[in-house]
């Protein structure tokens, strides 16, 4: 993936998201990056990724929201924790990463048919409604919403292993959903409270 070569103009800045990020965890010293760009030069992912740590960071710090939001790094990156090892400034930019990729699925903003947002929203999804993660309907949402002709194409292997018991359609579940979705809320109820 090419590295996107942007102007940008300070009526895209939403001053708001650079406030928020500020506040998240490992944003604290987000102020004090110095662009010297050693998370970029450290990061394994960073010629694959449209942004590079370094701009990321320093998009994030400025407000432009959507760019980052939308960028297809923060789903690259594999928190190898290697930028934030060697950052000089002691900036936890693994830890952005998380709180961007948390943001772009409560915003709905993340690349639509890129296979890792839709799997990190839909395998919390599922927890949420029954507790625990079905293999099988996991991957059979994750295709319908990225790869729909690659789902078809593997219905062969899929009706095989169904019919060998390799594969149970059945929902796996807990006990306690209730108290496991109450417990979420009040997480929720929180986290927005924080940010009110
Ligand atoms: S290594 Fe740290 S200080 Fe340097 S550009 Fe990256 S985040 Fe900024
Ligand atoms: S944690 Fe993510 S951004 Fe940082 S070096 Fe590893 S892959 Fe790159």
Redesign the pocket.
Known sequence: MAVKSLIKYEVERDPAFALWVTGVIGGER?R???????????CPLSPYMDFT??RL??MSREGFRKDVLESFTIWLCTSCYS?TV??????R?TDVMYALKRRAIEDGVYPRRFPIPVLASEFGAMIRRNGRVTETWLVFRVFLKTAILRLLGMSKLGTKLFLTGRMGIKPETIRGRKQLQTMLDAVEAHKKEMAA
């Open positions: 987000i004090n990056c110095i662009q010297c760009g050693l998370c970029s030069a450290s740590p370094r960071i320093h930028c060697e950052c000089p400034r002691r900036i930019v």
